[in-house]
């Protein structure tokens, strides 16, 4: 039976149900415990396009221009697996969508500040064996905390390198245990006008922020719940203190500050695609072949750098994820 409390939107003919559920094709980085960017650091050994070796050219560059009394240790940097270099904390953290605050990205740090993220719960239910309501203490009892570096490419055409902490959405699934019926997730956040006042200022959209995927989309390896950045906590401008990150799919989808995770049978409509569902699909894959109706998809801006770069099939992860969709035409934006 599908759960009432949310709309739903019926699937489409040509959509493939797949046969590849509770698959998930890569091993990741793991680490025992968010032990910051050092330790994410040692562990994760990609070197970036021309990094510099022993005896290589740049090792071998005078560094006249450095006073000793000036320098402190250089920061540490990380590197995606594509061997990208992960975006500043202070861009991560200053240039963000989150609409329950405000629309204009520079000013979300700023008007989220006061958020209150503790005490808070997660509750969980819907179709699953054990409904449960989690606080973040029970979070980090149960779930070890792990650094994953991931692109984020928002749909606007803007991209970051955001390294995250959290932890597999499988894992969370596996201790609700999901039902024979349940066929999506549903992700809600947390619609509190005092504290954000995006709520009332933009009234026209449809409150609270909903986000959708498939179960064997968020059985996916990738697919985690973050509750960390930089290995510190989050901060309430990154969807403090937990939120999704889906790093295939346009940045909408890693839906922030989230109270409820429902399993359900239907297809979930999410916030976007109520908003805008000529504009917004529930799939919301990376594809730089289909342009938004207003805008092509075929580069990007890196926050932080001059010019702009090809946008990649499902954002770079195409070889994790690429199966998820056999058999759907993905020049449709679903
Ligand atoms: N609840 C909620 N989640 C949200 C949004 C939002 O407005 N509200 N914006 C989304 C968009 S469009 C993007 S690009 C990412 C941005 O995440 P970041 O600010 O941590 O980079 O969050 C997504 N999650
Ligand atoms: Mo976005």
Redesign the pocket.
Known sequence: MADKKYKSVPVQPSEVTPEHLYLSRRKFMKIASVAGVAAALAACGVKPPGASEPGSEAAALPSQSIDPTQTKAAEPVLYDDLGDAASSFKD?TN???????T?N?EQ?AQLSQNFTTSPWELNVGGLVKNPRTFSMEDIFDLFEQEERIYR?????G?S?V?PWSGFPVSKLLNEVEPTEEAKYLVFE??ARPSEMP?LGKYSYFPW??I?GLRLDEAMNDLTILATG?YGKELLP???API??VVPWK?????????IRLDLVSERPAP??VMAAANEYGFYANVNPEVPHPRWSQATERRIGELGRRETLMFNGYAEEVAYLYEGMDLNINY
């Open positions: 991560i240039f963000n969508n989150f609409y329950e605050f629309t990205k979300v984020l490419r928002c749909v606007e803007w970051m955001i956040t947390l995006g609270p922020y986000e950045m401008q990154n969807g939120r999704l346009y940045g909408f989808k890693s839906i922030k500050s989230i916030f976007w």
